[in-house]
């Protein structure tokens, strides 16, 4: 064997060795390397979602004790009787009388994640039917002043184990001026019943109203849409004054507005010529009247009138009022 073909031979063989150790670190490392890599990678996204996961499964747990605290818990048995109880305490301690309470059975409340989008099929088939809680209505009647009615709904309002009044109704019973005003109230109040530890048990308490409830009340009560109000006193009709009569106007001088324009002298008779100032224009005979004045001479340049046992004379171009003012003395 020739020295080169040796080295052929030689350098073959380690190549070869190489190559096989190359495909048995990338068989038994890189490989499983790279799937641990990937194993990891997926434990820290799982362990992420896992703890927000957690995060809102403690809010939501948070939220549900706060639910549950505000809910009337223990034995159903005695649930009717110790609502009622309670109802009549409430109205009592509003001043209401004659109070009356009655309730409802509870009424069944599946679980809302049965019928919610977004989760699993399966489990929301095994909360179909599944019940977590009862809803309860009580009704609440009594009489008394506006300000008991208007306390017994706000106190309603204020009880930590009341979700609210669902219908009320407020009618008065005896409104007169002498007697105080009374009211009757009935309101329907809706309650949470669970069965799970937290929840109010034994006797329901009556909670005090805060100040902010009882501001809010006072403001209420003085808005009382059924005071009654004083009777008006009867208006005396005040005598109108007597005006007196308005003086007539002084009735306008004789001949006012006239004025003697000319004079004509012609084989039929005399005349005068007046002008009045609206234009009007009227020629007189000896003898004839102009009002109350009668035309009784005619000069040359001048007409004589008659007013009763009174004459004055009128020039050419003077009225005949002027005239008659300067004939008296």
């Not at 820290?44 to 703890?51: A, Y």
């Not at 939501?60 to 609502?83: F, K, Q, W």
């Not at 006193?233 to 308005?246: D, G, I, L």
């Amino acid at each position: 064997m020739s020295p080169k073909l040796k080295l052929a031979i030689i350098a073959g063989g380690v190549i070869g060795a190489g190559l096989a150790g190359y495909l048995a670190y990338e068989r038994l490392y890189a490989q499983r390397a790279e799937e641990i890599r990937t194993a990891i990678g997926n434990l820290e996204g799982s362990n992420r979602r896992l703890e927000v996961t957690m995060r809102n499964d403690a809010e939501v747990r948070r939220d549900l004790e706060a639910i549950i605290a505000t809910a009337i818990g223990g034995e159903r048995e005695s649930l009717e009787h110790r609502l009622r109880t309670a109802g009549s305490a409430l109205a009592t301690a509003a001043g209401l009388q004659r109070v009356e309470v009655d309730s409802l059975p509870p009424q069944a409340l599946g679980n809302p994640a049965a019928n919610a989008r977004g989760i699993a099929r399966g489990f929301r088939q095994s909360l179909q039917g599944r019940v977590d809680a009862g809803l309860v209505r009580i009704q609440i009647e009594g009489r008394g002043s506006l300000e008991s009615v208007l306390k017994a709904m706000t106190l309603a309002e204020a009880q930590r184990w009341s979700l609210g009044i669902e219908s009320w109704t407020i009618k008065p019973e005896r409104v007169a001026a002498d007697q105080p005003a009374a009211f009757s109230l009935t309101m329907a109040l809706s309650v949470l019943f669970v069965g799970d530890d937290g929840a109010i048990v034994g006797d329901i308490p009556i909670d005090p109203l805060d100040e902010v409830a009882q501001s809010r009340l006072a403001t209420l009560v003085s808005f009382d849409p059924f005071r009654t109000a004083p009777k008006p006193q009867p208006a005396v009709a005040a005598k109108p004054q007597q005006r007196p009569a308005p003086t007539p106007p002084a009735p306008p001088p004789a001949g006012d507005g006239w004025t003697l324009v000319g004079v004509v002298e012609g084989r039929s008779g005399q005349f005068a010529i007046v002008v009045h100032r609206d234009g009007r224009r009227r020629t007189l005979a000896l003898g004839q009247n102009l009002g109350s004045l009668r035309l009784a001479a005619i000069g040359s340049q001048a007409a004589t009138f008659e007013l009763g046992e009174e004459r004055f004379q009128v020039q050419n171009g003077e009225a005949l009022a002027a005239a008659r003012e300067r004939k008296r003395p």
